[in-house]
């Protein structure tokens, strides 16, 4: 079973390519695929396995409900739109499922902001259905009594990421790419050129592979990729714990979570904000997220996490009290500091792109954001406008701040 | 915490906390009490003895039937001394038991102690059970459990790793099966085939997919431990005597169902020719019990939970990095018998005595009992590896698979599906295998198709199984199941 374009391809001798995406995360493996479906002779660069990074250790929720109206939510509901129509036909390799989504709210004032938020969202466009506080039990029979409000978002949605990583990188390759593994970017080749510099070559421990463009894909580490090539990019790591439980019977049927739990854990925990988005899967298997905390890249589990999580899933679905925990994971977001992602190139050198910094909503707008890459490199007028995610921004913010 | 019962095992701050009551915990246990530090010892069983003295509940059985256990004397004495600890206070005995989770002391000043976040396990008490113990140090003695390889049909019901078909027998003295058929390698297959065959099933063979040449370069090893020797010549002899065929370089490699289709009815047979090569199935036999044992793997819950260094042993197992003081690379964490390399009860027992005396601070005391133990410990521990090169896993295992052979069990995973990951999706390391399929996901954990997986990882690309391919499925959090409610801290 030697596997073609894994391991035995990456040993060849480094050769040129017109776009080299670092990183083959779901963000990476979604540009590649674009990339090549426009032609570009693509090579992704990737220091460990396939979604060695984020994308292997977080869930897979595709969400719209989570975004308040603004550009996040706008790029949510593009890349909602390229899931289910230009990718339509490779929905079961990624095991995609329109399960929707339902948000609940147990005080009154909460209440009342979840109703205003579903209201903002659907004026840009989201599918949002308040829910009769009576009738939540028709969509979640073992939720906790006495909720104040809900709404239920029927784009939510679910993907499985590392079958939609890997299913991306194996039709990229098929459109061309070539895929590394085991090549870790130690540097760039940079050249002077009028009013600046422009990356020509990717330094890798497997070789040097010119170019003409790099995409930083690199997840939570596309800071350190861009500090190779001499910029500042503000990403940071945002750890992240799953729990998932032993499989149970059917007992929970959409991504349920509640918007005030973050709030209400926050205090007790200095830096730990957690909230419970509980989801039942295919295999039976309940998994419960999730805290973010600030703490580099430490991925030691922490107790006073993963017991507000639990605390948190119980007070929503007090009928897990009893489900057994069989694992648990960790991962780190891609963090970036006005929660928004960042894509489009780098004024700073010519040549370089980005393509990150998600955080926790990275699988779900990988495909949108690959496909404006694609759009913006081929010179073409973006779906979106890329503006608001200019890397630019954060060298405004600082200058206005200085 | 309801704080009415909050028990005296809670406050207290133990000198040495040991996980684990077989030969390596009731060693170290022993050995640490009789240096005069508190001991706490915890096992998840309801009885002490783990899995090589696993016995059927005292309080209901005539202790004449267990006389003949492997070791006992040695057991009795053991336990003699662990429950004259307990009754002066020095010891305490949590039974039925599990850690789930193990916090290391906390950085810089503050509390110095590990604590042991606890899972009680057993029936209802009148006592509120400790959901937490400190001590200052660990001894982590967990065992191993049966090494499994996939195979056609061993899905069926009536196919049982040896080791789980022994423990039936040891704990309950009945098994549903009345033809047998033994198979797998190393000489654990000899007292699994001996008990069936005293319980009156009739053993039809027993299949040792190696053979015994290799031993032959180990007899300068073989001759330091004369017990092992006897020990073996034994078993043949009470094999002979049950007129039960030994074949050596022969493997199953199909279990076929029943005319019922719902339980074994009969078995492939295979040589296994030059170069490893599984030649094509000779001989059918009907059976209605198959016990597998293809070595066993320690369980790595604990080591991995305090972040303790890992080696690939000899016998492709990952294994605990431990000094000759039985020490770990995590200062403080001691760690003794199967863990540190698998190598039978007598190996673990010295390990867990030399870790108790060493981890009591009493090593300056008994500088020759702990020199004896070394010695003692280094013999058997040749012994061992001796053994694991001379049976070694098939090299060319996966030939008797077939596309449809399920790997993973418990979240049905075919083996033509792996070979799909690696050859379509890129999956070249064990993680991401995992990751692709859910193999190794679901209820076992990986404890039964683990090493499987990471061997088909690894030989996906060509290359030999390497510590890197085995440390993905060995995990970390929680070290056992935790209901959520207990998580939370209800
Ligand atoms: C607990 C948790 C839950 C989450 N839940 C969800 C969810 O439900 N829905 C959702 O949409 N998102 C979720 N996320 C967020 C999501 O996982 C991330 O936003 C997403 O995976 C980011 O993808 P990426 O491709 O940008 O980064 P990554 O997947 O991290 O990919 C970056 C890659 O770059 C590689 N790399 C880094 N440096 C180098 C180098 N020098 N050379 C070569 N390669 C390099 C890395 O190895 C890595 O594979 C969750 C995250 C966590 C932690």
Not at chain 2, 157 to 163: D, E, L, N, R, T
Not at chain 2, 238 to 248: E, G, H, N, Q, V
Not at chain 2, 477 to 487: I, S
């Amino acid at each position: 079973m030697q596997a073609p374009g894994s391991n035995g391809r990456s040993a060849a001798a480094p050769r040129g390519a017109d776009v080299v995406v670092i990183g083959a995360g779901a963000v990476g493996a979604a540009c590649a695929y674009f990339l090549a479906s426009k032609g570009f002779a693509v090579h992704v660069l990737e220091r460990g396995g396939v979604a060695a990074g984020s994308s292997s250790a977080g869930e897979g929720n595709v969400l719209v409900s989570d975004k308040v109206a603004g550009y996040e939510l706008d790029l949510a509901l593009y890349s909602r739109a390229t899931w289910s129509e230009e990718l339509a036909e490779y929905a079961d390799r990624w095991e995609f499922e329109a399960k929707g989504g339902l948000v609940v709210a147990a005080s009154a004032a909460a209440g009342r902001a979840l109703l205003e938020l579903a209201a903002g969202q659907r004026q840009r466009g989201v599918d949002a259905r308040d829910v009769d506080p009576v009738a939540i039990g028709d969509f979640e029979p073992h939720i906790r009594a006495g909720l104040a409000a809900a709404v239920h978002y029927p784009q939510d949605a679910q993907v499985q990421p590392m079958l939609l990583t890997a299913n991306l990188l194996k039709l990229a390759r098929e459109r061309g790419a070539l895929v590394s593994t085991g090549a870790n970017v130690v540097g760039f080749d940079l050249r002077p050129e009028a009013g600046g510099r422009r990356v020509v070559g990717v330094r890798t421990s497997q070789g040097t592979v010119s170019c003409g463009h790099v995409v930083n894909a690199g997840g939570p580490w596309a800071g350190a990729i861009a500090a190779m090539a001499g910029v500042e990019l503000p990403i940071m790591p945002r750890r992240g714990f799953v729990l998932v439980t032993e499989p149970l019977p059917p007992t929970i049927n959409h991504k349920v979570y509640a918007g005030e739990y973050v709030a209400s854990t926050q205090s007790e925990n200095l830096g730990l904000e957690v909230s419970a988005v509980v989801e039942g899967t295919q295999s039976g298997t309940v998994l419960i997220g999730s805290s973010r905390e600030h703490v580099g890249f430490e991925a030691a589990m922490s107790l006073p996490a993963l017991r507000a999580i639990a605390n948190a899933a119980v007070a929503l679905f007090p009928r897990l009290a009893g489900a057994r925990v069989l694992r648990s994971y960790a991962g780190f977001r891609p963090y970036s500091p006005d929660h928004l992602p960042v894509i489009g190139s780098d004024a700073r050198v010519a040549g370089l792109w980005h393509a990150g910094g998600h955080e926790g909503a990275g699988i779900g707008l990988s495909v949108g954001t690959g496909k404006l890459i694609s759009q913006a490199l081929a010179g073409e007028v973006t779906d979106i406008d890329l503006e608001p995610f200019s890397p630019a921004r954060f060298a405004a913010a600082a200058s206005a701040s200085a | 915490m309801s704080g009415q019962h909050s028990s005296a095992a809670e406050q207290t701050v133990f000198d040495v906390a040991v996980v684990g009551a077989g030969p390596a915990g009731l060693g170290a246990a022993a050995a640490a009490a009789r240096a005069g530090v508190r001991v706490v010892l915890i096992d998840a069983g309801h009885q002490l003895g783990g899995q090589y003295w696993r016995h059927p509940d005292e309080s209901t059985t005539d202790p004449t039937r267990l006389a003949g256990y492997r070791d006992w004397g040695e057991f009795l004495a053991l336990r003699e001394r662990i429950l004259r600890h307990c009754q002066t206070g020095a010891a305490v005995h949590l039974a039925s038991t599990h850690v789930w989770f193990v916090e290391p002391p906390a950085a810089g000043g503050g509390r110095q102690s590990w604590t042991l976040h606890l899972m009680p396990g057993g029936p209802p008490s009148r006592e509120t059970p400790p959901r937490t113990v400190c001590a200052e140090r660990l001894i982590l003695c967990p065992g191993a459990y049966d090494r499994q390889l996939p195979i056609p049909g061993w899905d069926l019901p009536g196919v049982m790793a040896a080791g789980g078909v022994q423990a039936l027998l040891k704990g309950h003295h009945t098994l549903s099966g009345r033809r047998a058929v033994v198979a797998g390698t190393g000489p654990f297959l000899l007292p699994v085939a001996q008990q069936l065959a005293r319980h009156g099933v009739d053993v039809l063979a027993v299949c040792e997919a190696n053979g015994l040449a290799r031993w032959m370069r180990h007899m300068p090893v073989v001759a330091r431990t004369p017990a092992k020797v006897s020990e073996a010549a034994t078993y043949a002899r009470s094999l002979a005597r049950a007129r039960i065929p030994y074949r050596t370089a022969t493997v199953l490699t199909r279990v076929d169902p029943d005319a019922s289709g719902t339980q074994v009815g009969a078995v492939e047979l295979a040589r296994v020719g030059p170069g490893g090569l599984v030649e094509k199935a000779r001989q059918r036999l009907e059976v209605d019990l198959v016990a597998l044992g293809w070595g066993f793997t320690p369980s790595l819950e604990l080591i991995n939970a305090v972040g303790a260094q890992t080696r690939i042993d000899a016998d492709q197992s990952l294994v605990a990095v431990v000094d000759d003081d039985q020490q770990s690379t995590v200062p403080g964490v001691f760690i003794a018998g199967e863990a540190t390399g698998v190598g039978g009860a007598m190996l673990a027992l010295a390990g867990g005595e030399l870790a108790g005396i060493v981890a009591a601070e009493a090593g300056h005391l008994e500088r020759a009992r702990v020199r004896a133990l070394r010695r003692e410990i280094g013999r058997l521990r040749a012994f061992a590896a001796a053994m694991h090169d001379a049976h070694p896993v098939p090299a060319r295992w996966p030939q008797w698979l077939t596309a449809e052979t399920l790997v993973c069990r418990c979240e049905e995973v075919a083996y033509a599906t792996l070979g799909n990951a690696i050859t379509e999706l890129g999956a070249n390391d064990a993680r991401t295998l995992k990751l692709l399929t859910r193999c190794a996901m679901g209820w076992c954990q990986g404890h039964v198709c683990g090493y499987a997986s990471a061997s088909l990882a690894a030989g996906g690309q060509g290359r030999a199984l390497t510590a890197d391919d085995l440390r993905p499925l060995a995990k970390q959090f929680p070290c056992a199941p935790v209901p959520l409610a207990h998580l939370a801290g209800e």
